[in-house]
């Protein structure tokens, strides 16, 4: 496993972006897929993006495709997601997690191991 630290969540109005970023500690990033998460109240927690261990390959939920862009670097042992036209409905506590590439493919959303702890994002109308 590996340690996350989430940053970059916050208030912003429909239409605004936000960048989230996730720091790993350690120097094994490159053996983790990333991905993004997030939970709105009174629904489930869902993934809205993901990004394979060079970050050669990512995924993006529909919901999200075209607004959200997952990125990482590797050299800083950091995961980014940049969130453009940000709609109310994106509102929700959003996740970071890692998975070791022992524990499963890059694009499924199970065995993800390791988690952050969650930062809130607002999207007022």
């Known amino acids: 496993q590996v340690q996350l630290v989430e940053s970059g969540g916050g208030l912003v109005q429909a239409g605004g972006s936000l960048r989230l970023s996730c720091a790993a500690s350690g120097r094994t990033f490159s053996n983790y897929a990333m991905g993004w998460f997030r939970q709105a109240p009174g629904k489930e927690r869902e993934v809205v993006s993901a990004i394979s261990w060079t970050g050669g390959s990512a995924y993006h939920a529909d919901s999200v495709k075209g607004r959200f862009t997952i990125s990482r670097d590797n050299a800083k042992n950091t995961v980014y997601l940049q969130m453009n036209s940000l709609k109310p409905e994106d509102t929700a506590v959003y996740y970071c997690?890692?998975?070791?590439?022992?524990?499963?493919?890059?694009?499924?959303?199970?065995?993800?191991?390791?988690w952050g702890q969650g930062t809130q994002v607002t999207v007022s109308s």
């Open positions: 997690a890692a998975k070791h590439k022992s524990d499963g493919l890059w694009w499924t959303a199970t065995g993800f191991g390791s």
